[in-house]
């Protein structure tokens, strides 16, 4: 053969595999599709209680966050006989496949989803049918959709793109596998590396095959770059565990209601997968996501169930839900572990010694002691890869809280939960390793997320291949718990850090929301008050005791924690409906407090674990009381003994008098024991500062005190 140039050899390489995977999918007769199109979800039993209408390709279907059943059918033509048929499946939105019973078998995606197209395309439009046709078979299923995509966009203008009946090429697509992980391989090796070279010659050898694409060429092609395909890597320095992952917002760019359907597809598309690929384990954390499977999709949670009990599907995190460390409270925090852990406990026998926090914005300092508390023993995030001006020094390390209490904490050193398991992955994996040296093993964690989806094919396909290939570590799949229990075994050489994991990013989240944030301190505070009134009326009067009614709202209270939700970076729809169930919480709540008793008199309880002195009001005055730690204090064996006034811009009582002005801000100060006045010429004890802000409510300019806004505008201050 002719001396090729090289760069001509890296020209027609990316050419030959564009070609292979446009030839691997032949569409050989399309699906009718009717479609039942309603505003909100209904379940399978109600799918033909929408607005009806026939759709094909290139008819709209919907507007966002608008719902369909569609009803597809096809019959496999007989020029297909012997061929492996699938369906392939875009109608601009998100779909799942369902059985004639109403259980979920597989999700779809649209191609056109917005993602990080670095980590691979997001889109799941092929779904397997028959492995070998006769001719004559007739399709006959149901599709739910939702008009958005993974990130909650309207595309397309709610259009369907393609409902076909396809062949697929399987020699064909096996060997676009071989020669794409092949050529990606070769991307990150050095070019001036043998292993390099001899992948270039081989790939554009079999490119030299494969001017006609037939079953005969690609037989001699596939033979050709097996070698090189197989080539082992030595004995390795680091390993790489790998395991499927889908990373779900319970809300963000889109509605509770879609995070409840997007389990489904996902849950529903791992089990589907498992079925083709032998070695896949997938991971999913958060009970209430598999709450919500069981309470709206029994049938799925029992296969969900199922490989929980053989080992394929891993729970993971200690938590109810993936839950914001720094808003919510420390008994908050308990209380997710606590369900979170007796959920996986209840329903699979599992517990659960890892937390699971891949995305959530920083971590109090508080965080170790509480887990050490409920057996939690290790801890994941990759967030803190995503620091804005200081790269966080560790991968692997103990995480030393408030007490002196630690966990074993691990951040995958590819710094994503969406990992494409690309090589280009497993090489930034071992580059960014801080650890490498002391620790053997790195956490790869792969699948479309944060919308959901988890893996595909794609991904599976390239691990096949990269078990143990030369020029990079080799990858297995496995459990995550499977992996912090092998790192524990050196747990003496790893680094420390000691308090807070602070987030350098989404600072300006902790300003945003603040109603939703009110509330959930008010929810935790009246919980705790609740909780401790009802044990006492328990305990002293034999009331029962309303379990199961605090539970239920302590969970709900607990999904509002969510990452996304209470630190304020959801849609305003998020914020109007949770509004509007933390209203219906609270009245619940207070009904508990406030329950009347006949023989009850006029009394002052203080809920806290430690003495409080406060003023109180009845019908005969101001009154100062001293109650003890979790105590009661009559309020009529007190005299009044002062007085509280609020008026004209004044708040008074027995000890100061404050005036305000109608900025808000504090004009005068009267300790009236001495009278003395704090203010100096009447000069504000403190002034109100506005500052240009570019931002969004994301994040805030670390420079912002260098950027006073030129014209203030000051919101008088209600007198009331």
């Not at 992952?245 to 997968?273: M, Y």
Request: net charge negative; hydrophobic share 35%.
């Amino acid at each position: 053969m002719k001396h090729i140039e090289r760069f001509q050899q890296l020209q027609d390489i990316p050419g030959i595999i564009q070609r292979l995977k446009q030839a691997i999918y032949i569409p050989v007769a399309p699906l009718s599709a009717e479609a039942w199109v309603t505003p909100e979800p209904v379940p399978f039993d109600r799918r033909k209680e929408g607005k009806y209408h026939p759709i094909q390709p290139g008819e709209k279907w919907g507007d966002l966050w608008d719902c369909a059943w569609f009803h597809l059918q096809g019959t496999v033509p007989d020029t297909a006989v012997g061929e492996s048929i699938v369906f392939i499946l875009d109608v601009n939105g998100e779909g799942c496949l369902f059985d004639e019973k109403g259980c979920p078998t597989r999700g779809i995606t649209n191609v056109n989803s917005q993602f990080d197209t670095k980590l691979g395309r997001p889109g799941k439009r092929i779904v397997p049918f028959l492995k070998q046709a006769s001719g004559g078979e007739t399709a006959d299923f149901w599709m739910e959709a939702g008009c958005n995509d993974l990130f909650g966009r309207f595309c397309g203008n709610g259009t369907v793109v393609q409902l076909d009946i396809a062949i697929c090429k399987e020699d064909i697509r096996q060997l676009y596998y071989d020669m794409l992980i092949l050529w990606e391989i070769a991307q990150v090796q050095d070019t001036e590396s043998a292993r390099y070279a001899s992948i270039i010659h081989t790939l554009y050898r079999a490119g030299l095959l494969l001017t006609d694409i037939t079953p005969e060429s690609v037989a001699k092609a596939h033979d050709l770059i097996a070698p090189e395909l197989d080539k082992a890597g030595e004995s390795p320095s680091l390993k790489i565990h790998a395991i499927g992952h889908a990373h779900i917002d319970l809300a963000w760019l889109w509605p509770i209601r879609e995070t409840i359907r997007k389990g489904a597809r996902t849950f529903s598309t791992a089990l589907e997968l498992m079925e083709r690929y032998p070695d896949y384990i997938f991971g999913a954390s958060q009970p209430q996501l598999f709450s919500w499977m069981k309470e709206y999709y029994p049938a799925l949670y029992s296969k969900i169930a199922q490989r929980v009990k053989d080992g394929r599907i891993e729970p993971q995190g200690a938590m109810w839900v993936e839950a914001d460390t720094n808003l919510s409270g420390g008994e908050s925090l308990i209380r997710q572990c606590l369900y979170g852990k007796s959920f996986f406990k209840k329903e699979f026998g599992k517990d659960i010694r890892v937390l699971w926090l891949p995305d959530v914005f920083g971590y109090t300092a508080a965080l170790p002691q509480i887990l050490k508390k409920c057996g939690v023993d290790y801890f994941c995030t990759i967030k803190l890869s995503w620091n804005t001006y200081n790269e966080f020094p560790f991968h692997t390390f103990h995480w030393y809280g408030l007490d002196g209490s630690h966990v074993l904490a691990h951040m995958p050193p590819e710094g994503t939960y969406n990992s494409a398991a690309a090589p280009s992955s497993i090489q930034k994996a071992e580059r960014n390793y801080a650890e490498k040296g002391i620790c053997d093993e790195a956490l790869l964690l792969f699948g479309i997320g944060d919308g959901g989806g988890g893996p595909g094919p794609e991904h599976l396909e390239r691990l096949k291949r990269l078990k143990n290939t030369a020029g990079l570590p080799p990858v297995h799949q496995a459990p995550a718990i499977d992996f912090f229990e092998e790192i524990g075994l050196k747990q003496d050489e790893y680094p420390e850090y000691h308090g807070e994991l602070y987030l350098e990013k989404h600072q300006g989240t902790y300003t945003t929301q603040a109603k939703n944030k009110w509330y959930n301190r008010l929810m935790e505070r009246l919980l705790h008050d609740a909780e401790l009134l009802c044990s006492m009326h328990w305990m002293q009067r034999n009331e029962i005791y309303p379990r199961e009614q605090l539970e239920s709202i302590w969970k709900e209270v607990l999904l509002y924690q969510f990452h996304d939700i209470i630190p304020g970076s959801s849609i305003r729809r998020v914020y109007e409906e949770s509004l509007e169930r933390y209203a219906q919480l609270k009245q619940q709540v207070e009904s508990l407090i406030n329950q009347p008793r006949s023989d009850s008199k006029l009394a002052v309880f203080n809920s806290l674990g430690w003495e409080r002195t406060a003023y109180v009001e009845d019908n005969t005055g101001w009154k100062k009381l001293q109650v003890p730690a979790m105590g009661i204090h009559p309020v009529q064996e007190v005299k009044p003994n002062g007085s509280c006034i609020m008026a004209d811009g004044t708040l008074e009582n027995a000890c100061l008098k404050v005036r305000f002005n109608d900025q808000g801000e504090i004009v005068s100060l009267v300790d009236k024991r001495t009278d003395r006045e704090v203010a100096i010429s009447g000069q504000p004890l403190h002034q109100w500062r506005l500052f240009v802000d570019e931002g969004d409510a994301w994040d805030i300019s670390i420079d912002y005190r260098n950027k006073p806004a030129e014209n203030p505008i000051l919101l008088e201050v209600s007198q009331k």
